[in-house]
């Protein structure tokens, strides 16, 4: 097995412990597929770009691959409600600053750096019965391959 798996499965194990209110969604590339209840306060991992960075350290090379976190909150109320829409944001920004401080704690031997490298803003989806914000951010992990 490759180590990118290593590195994938040690981040679905991370997330929850700093997340704890939050329950792992199932797909990160459909969330509008998703049962509303699970994202009232989800979050998903996904993967993103990735990289050769052409460092070369003894027998192993350094690949960096972004992984996309998505971290979703409900907004309860009508979805018009300028109020629970601006308190929803507020605790999805907490959110994502409780994900930076656990990241930024992190240490592994699995992988030589992980970062927090921004976010790609709020986003909104809506359906039917619910409204629901998400904030995409992008995390990279730089880890190291044998060179075979």
Same mark, same amino acid.
């Given at each position: ?10 981040? =679905? ?23 509303? =209840? ?47 829409? =601006? ?12 994900? &930076? ?12 750096? =992980? ?19 998400? &904030? ?10 044998? &060179?075979?």
């Amino acid at each position: 097995m490759s180590k990118i798996s290593t590195v994938y499965d040690e981040l =679905i194990a991370l997330v929850p412990t700093i997340l704890t209110a939050h329950t792992q969604l199932n797909n990160p590339y459909l969330l509008e597929d998703e049962a509303d =209840i699970q994202m009232e306060r989800g979050w998903t991992l996904g993967f993103g770009d990735g990289e050769n960075t052409m460092r070369v350290v003894g027998s192993k090379i350094s690949y960096r691959r972004t992984f996309i976190l998505t971290i979703t909150r409900r907004v309860f109320g009508h979805l018009r409600d300028y109020e629970a829409r =601006i308190a929803v944001e507020k605790l999805l920004l907490d959110d994502q600053k409780a994900l &930076i401080n656990g990241i930024d704690k992190y240490t592994s031997n699995n992988f030589a750096k =992980i970062e927090f490298v921004g976010d790609n803003g709020l986003e909104f989806l809506s359906g039917d019965r619910f409204g629901i914000l998400l &904030i995409q951010n992008n995390v990279a992990v730089e880890y190291f391959e044998d &060179i075979t």
